[in-house]
């Protein structure tokens, strides 16, 4: 063990060497510049004219994130506000317009592999990330926003912001405005936020930024925009958000209802009560197949759930134990009650309850500290309350950051009624410079330690693992980025037994034409069973989710015996608003598995659809259609054919009413 454990620290030393010899850079400091308050606010049309911009601060010098160098096609922004909002104009210069990519019409979409714009901001003025908001816009003017203090999916509830957009001659620019109204921030005059902007652009590549936060996106590096004076925080206390779902299938017909109250208590502090709420026609994520010892993790995508999710991270241990609030383990309630938010700057909190009458009540409380960029804590609290038994679970974490260095840890006590708790803990030395990341990390989970509200994938088990990563991406050449890793994991169980031990090596690469190559290689034993394997992928246009296809293969030794995993996807774009997707996995070995999933979109407007999905999984097969038109404001109309999550096809018909008072 000790000489395994001697590999460990020689492999994390040996990462150092040439990370330490790259990352002794020119310490970087943080742009500044002064609020200019505008005394007439900028018509938002796509045209910025000087007269209507000349009060306002102009900022260019947009820098490549991964080299560090001035762009060739600059960015030019201009910045001002007034007391009812905050207004920038941004001017994205293109060598070859032509070769501008837009392709997301639907408000909420991701931009991969297309233009785009982002304004990225902090009132708080923390250096950290916590508490910043993020608003993109892409060349057809289609907004995406990440807005903190949780918001949800209703557009209403999310916060509507101005945006115009057009292409011109030399490229592209935009006008956007940002009311007040839509941030969290506290009061006060004189205040110093974090602020940013970044530009994608396809032709390149090159996600570029106005502060350079360096490959290692160095928060505290983001811009400081000093001596604003916003207006008192202004906000709607209470809202109200409810459907009505009339439905028909063989077993169970009426009418379904149920009711969202969404209530302010502060500008920062949120509250958020779901009574009967609708998770049947909400579209689930799916577990993929394949070979694992381990339950499978799959994301959350419920409404309630998501809503403010960031401040209910209780113990979400990356690297470690597990996840300590999996809110999948909740998989239905008739009223639920959660409370989110910032009770200061450096302070936030969550918490939340669920009531599934007659048969459990479940709640969680996270507490977090966050001073700045290079340091964080949190306490975190769950209980599960079921006929005859109550479960308990306590923890907490903490994050560090000193030079290039990062030391992080925690624990978690959980145990069953009155009985002994029992524990779990982690502790992570990490090292990151540009480029280069490697960590070495310690975990134990004794083998009674079961916490019914969280995803711990390994109990009965004490080690070490160690990962190394190397990231580059590339200006010229026929590759455009590289990624090379290495894992290693010694464990053992508490009976002094070696538990599983192994190496892992794996390298992905992305030419210029946009082909994406995968090879990995990995040795490991499970006990006396051993597991080896040899994979490989490949990924044709993979920026280009409307043209996209490829396949993988891994084959080896699972569990002492032969095994293969075969994949092939893909997803197509035909007539203008057509989109299809297919995907199949077949796993063959001694618990042999397939999976085809097949997905059908027809975009009729940014906020009009049709869509559908069958799954057929080992002979089971389920599928339904649906109707939807969402997405903007006022009433939004769903219907519905079938049960998205069942295991076999229901034959079920839901229309469903959405509207906000």
């Known amino acids: 063990?000790?000489?395994?454990?001697?590999?460990?620290?020689?492999?994390?030393?040996?990462?150092?060497?040439?990370?330490?010899?790259?990352?002794?850079?020119?310490?970087?400091?943080?742009?500044?510049?002064?609020?200019?308050?505008?005394?007439?606010?900028?018509?938002?049309?796509?045209?910025?004219?000087?007269?209507?911009?000349?009060?306002?601060?102009?900022?260019?010098?947009?820098?490549?994130?991964?080299?560090?160098?001035?762009?060739?096609?600059?960015?030019?922004?201009?910045?001002?506000?007034?007391?009812?909002?905050?207004?920038?104009?941004?001017?994205?210069?293109?060598?070859?317009?032509?070769?501008?990519?837009?392709?997301?019409?639907?408000?909420?979409?991701?931009?991969a592999g297309e233009d785009f714009f982002q304004v990225w901001i902090n009132p708080f003025g923390t250096h950290g990330s916590s508490g910043r908001s993020r608003f993109n816009v892409n060349v057809l003017n289609t907004q995406n926003e990440d807005i903190s203090g949780g918001r949800a999916a209703k557009r209403e509830w999310r916060g509507i912001w101005k945006s115009f957009v057009k292409l011109t001659e030399h490229g592209w620019q935009g006008e956007i405005e940002i009311p007040w109204k839509l941030l969290n921030y506290p009061e006060g005059k004189n205040r110093t936020m974090d602020i940013n902007?970044?530009?994608?652009?396809?032709?390149?590549?090159?996600?570029?930024?106005?502060?350079?936060?360096?490959?290692?996106?160095?928060?505290?590096?983001?811009?400081?925009?000093?001596?604003?004076?916003?207006?008192?925080?202004?906000?709607?206390?209470?809202?109200?958000?409810?459907?009505?779902?009339?439905?028909?299938d063989k077993t169970e017909s009426g009418i379904r209802s149920g009711l969202d109250a969404r209530y302010r208590f502060s500008p920062t502090m949120t509250g958020v009560v779901s009574v009967n709420p609708d998770f049947r026609n909400i579209e689930n994520q799916i577990a993929g197949v394949g070979f694992t010892r381990t339950e499978r993790?799959?994301?959350?995508?419920?409404?309630?759930?998501?809503?403010?999710?960031?401040?209910?991270?209780?113990?979400?241990?990356?690297?470690?134990?597990?996840?300590?609030?999996?809110?999948?383990?909740?998989?239905?309630?008739?009223?639920?009650?959660?409370?989110?938010?910032?009770?200061?700057?450096?302070?936030?909190?969550?918490?939340?309850?669920?009531?599934?009458t007659g048969n459990s009540t479940a709640s969680v409380v996270n507490i977090s500290a966050d001073p700045g960029a290079k340091g964080a804590s949190s306490l975190f609290m769950t209980a599960l309350d079921e006929?005859?038994?109550?479960?308990?679970?306590?923890?907490?974490?903490?994050?560090?950051?000193?030079?290039?260095?990062?030391?992080?840890?925690?624990?978690?006590l959980a145990r069953k009624g009155a009985g002994k708790f029992s524990s779990a803990g982690t502790a992570e030395l990490s090292y990151e410079a540009p480029h280069w990341f490697s960590t070495i990390t310690y975990n134990y989970i004794r083998p009674d330690f079961r916490p019914k509200l969280a995803y711990v994938p390994w109990t009965d088990r004490k080690g070490l693992f160690s990962y190394t990563e190397n990231s580059r991406e590339?200006?010229?050449?026929?590759?455009?980025?590289?990624?090379?890793?290495?894992?290693?994991?010694?464990?053992?169980?508490?009976r002094e037994r070696v538990q599983q031990k192994g190496v892992e090596f794996s390298v992905n690469a992305t030419t210029r034409s946009d082909i994406q190559i995968g090879l990995g290689a990995s040795e490991a034993r499970f006990y006396d069973a051993r597991d080896a394997s040899l994979s490989g992928r490949i990924t044709f246009n993979s920026s280009n989710r409307y043209k996209r296809f490829g396949f993988s293969h891994d084959t080896g030794v699972r569990g002492g015996k032969g095994a293969k995993f075969n994949s092939i996807y893909g997803s197509l774009r035909v007539l203008k608003k057509l989109d299809l997707g297919l995907s199949q996995s077949l796993f063959l070995g001694e618990d042999s598995q397939r999976q085809t999933i097949a997905t059908a979109s027809y975009e009729i407007s940014p906020t009009q659809s049709l869509s559908g999905r069958s799954v057929i999984y080992n002979g089971s097969s389920n599928y339904y259609l649906a109707y939807r038109n969402g997405g903007g404001t006022g009433t939004e109309f769903y219907v519905i054919v079938g049960d998205p999550n069942a295991e076999k096809f229901v034959s079920r018909l839901s229309v469903k009413l959405v509207f906000s008072f």
């Open 387 to 412: 006929p005859g038994a109550t479960y308990q679970t306590y923890g907490g974490s903490a994050y560090s950051r000193r030079g290039n260095f990062n030391f992080s840890g925690g624990f978690a």
């Open 197 to 248: 902007f970044g530009r994608f652009q396809n032709r390149t590549q090159i996600f570029s930024r106005w502060a350079d936060l360096t490959p290692q996106g160095l928060s505290e590096l983001n811009g400081r925009w000093n001596g604003i004076a916003p207006p008192k925080p202004t906000f709607d206390r209470a809202e109200f958000l409810a459907y009505i779902a009339p439905e028909y």
């Open 1 to 111: 063990m000790l000489k395994l454990h001697s590999l460990f620290i020689l492999l994390f030393a040996v990462a150092l060497i040439p990370a330490m010899a790259q990352g002794q850079s020119k310490p970087r400091v943080a742009p500044e510049i002064a609020a200019r308050l505008l005394t007439v606010a900028p018509k938002i049309d796509g045209e910025i004219g000087e007269d209507e911009w000349k009060e306002a601060d102009t900022l260019t010098n947009f820098s490549d994130g991964q080299t560090g160098s001035t762009t060739v096609d600059q960015t030019i922004v201009r910045l001002g506000y007034t007391t009812e909002s905050i207004f920038v104009a941004f001017i994205a210069k293109e060598s070859d317009p032509s070769k501008i990519v837009g392709r997301e019409i639907t408000p909420g979409a991701q931009f």
């Open 474 to 494: 590339f200006r010229t050449g026929p590759l455009r980025s590289m990624n090379v890793n290495l894992f290693a994991e010694y464990y053992q169980d508490y």
């Open 297 to 356: 993790f799959v994301g959350e995508a419920r409404p309630f759930f998501t809503e403010g999710s960031g401040f209910l991270d209780a113990g979400d241990f990356d690297f470690g134990i597990g996840q300590m609030f999996y809110s999948n383990r909740i998989s239905r309630f008739d009223v639920g009650a959660k409370v989110f938010g910032r009770v200061n700057p450096k302070l936030s909190v969550g918490a939340l309850t669920t009531v599934d």
